[in-house]
């Protein structure tokens, strides 16, 4: 194809395709940042205007010194959500990986992996990924998939491929009433207690007595040991979390505790230790300080999914609003909020900050607010005070 410089701009040519229609291109020259010399070309502009100014933009990054993004000009975000995985997934724990590999393999790649990663924008985002999957997935799942989506372009500013994150003002769905409400009333928990006790087996019964009393994570629980449970102090120690992906290291620094235990929830704790002994026995074995606290019939550790279909058999039995495993910390972390418990305290039993109290909790302490105004104002009328206009 032969090539007819512009008379305007030394780096802009037009030329004729196979159907003699007239085109224009340009081809810059640069250095990238290692001082490599490359070139950037594109073709197929109807006019030698479009040509200069496209011509003017690649000059103005170059400049700039942003030649990583003419580099990565047709990267997609497929590819850049791989890169951007394999080069930081040794950094993460084992659960993060997973998590995040099934994000991008599953909904992030599927959905907008496609696009060019400096064309996507806010409004082909919010169309393609949020909208669609809004009302096929809970608010907070959809929310959690579009941080992870952000870190990964954050990643990518910080790569120089892009100039900013364009995804920090989408529109997200909020909670349903029906999500926001994963936690029992203490009546709720009383009845939901009640059945598990007199329908299943004692290790079941323990299970979620001790979720219910402490509000620790699924995995914490069935991560505990003997030798966690200190029953002169009445204190359990939480140092690790077990589940189907193993057993390590709990979640956050924070999630690194020991808390204060209720008196009966202790005494029924000695209880089942003895019955715990007599299993293992029963099977040739001995208790020690790393057995595992939870045990099922065959006296091995109970599976970290176990609790869920029990919980489900008794909502189904009792007709109690449908919760998670989850749910009953949240019960228990409500319940303290609604007795006026203060925040910091609350968070550092269940391993958290006082900052996610108020995030994830907000709603139960703005009616705590109303419920105390209204108190306050009743105690006056009670004793005869007026306010008002004389």
Known sequence: MKLYKSVKENEVYYYFNSNNEKLWMFRHKYYDSTGKRKEKKKSGFQTEKAAIKALLEVKAQTLRGETKQLDYEKITVGEWLDIWYETNCSKWKVTTKIQRLGIIKNYLKPYVGHHKLQKLDRIIYQKSFINKLEGKFKASTIRLWHTIFKIAINAAVDAE????????????????????LNYFTSDELATFLNDIQKNESLTNYMYFLVAAYTGMRKGEICGLQWKNINFNNQTVTIERTRDHKGIRLPKTKNSYRTILIDTDVMKQLEH????????????????????FVFINDDAVPIFSNSPNHILKKS??????????????????????????????????????????IYKVYGHIMKQMEVDLVTAFSQSLEASGAKIGAN
């Open 161 to 180: 491929i892009l100039s900013r994150n364009r995804f920090n003002r989408i529109a997200l769905p909020a909670d349903s009433d029906k999500e926001s």
């Open 272 to 291: 089942y230790k003895t019955c715990c002994k007599e299993k293992l026995f029963s099977y040739g074995k001995k208790l020690n300080s790393d057995t």
């Open 315 to 356: 909502l189904k039995r009792t007709g109690l609003p449908k919760i998670t495993v989850h749910g009953l910390r949240h019960t228990h972390c409500t319940l303290l909020l609604n007795e006026g418990r203060d925040a910091k305290v609350i968070s550092e039993r269940l391993g958290n900050t006082p900052e996610m």
